[in-house]
Structure formats: C-alpha cells, structure tokens
C-alpha cells in the first residue's frame, strides 16, 4: 500500500481500496508502522479497510469525522 491514498470529504472516506459514508464506520483505530506511515483501519459492517496513511492524513480525517459524529451527536439529542 502506498500511503497519500485517501480522500478525506465531508461525508465520505475514499481509500485506495474502497468508499465508505461516515454513517457506516463502526469504529476506527491506527498503529504507527513507522515515524511517518500509520496504519489505520476503519471498520464497517462490510468488514474492515485497512490504509496505510501519513500523519497529516490521519489529522484531517479524525477531525472532519469527529465534527460529523459531534454533529449528528446533535441532531439526535
């Protein structure tokens, strides 16, 4: 895997390997392979897609899915 694969969009993750909506991840988690590549995996329903992504790659993903998640947190209370 290359790392540098992922789109990070308002309601979607776009990885090398798949499209996932936000309202589909179940839970995500990350491993430093080395300083400057992280593994990370977000799990859905359809089974878990597992990127390699750079430091920088990693922040704004968990910073844009955690204000969807806060934001539909919201709505729904």
Known sequence: ???GNIT???RV???SR???RYKNIQHIS???STYDIIEMKVYTSGGVIIQEVSKEELEKFTKVY???VEMVDNVRW
Request: hydrophobic share 45%; glycine share 0%.
């Open 1 to 3: 895997m290359e790392k």
């Open 13 to 15: 993750l776009q990885t």
């Open 30 to 32: 990350w491993n430093n």
């Open 8 to 10: 990070v969009l308002r």
């Open 18 to 20: 798949a499209c996932v």
């Open 66 to 68: 955690f204000d969807y």
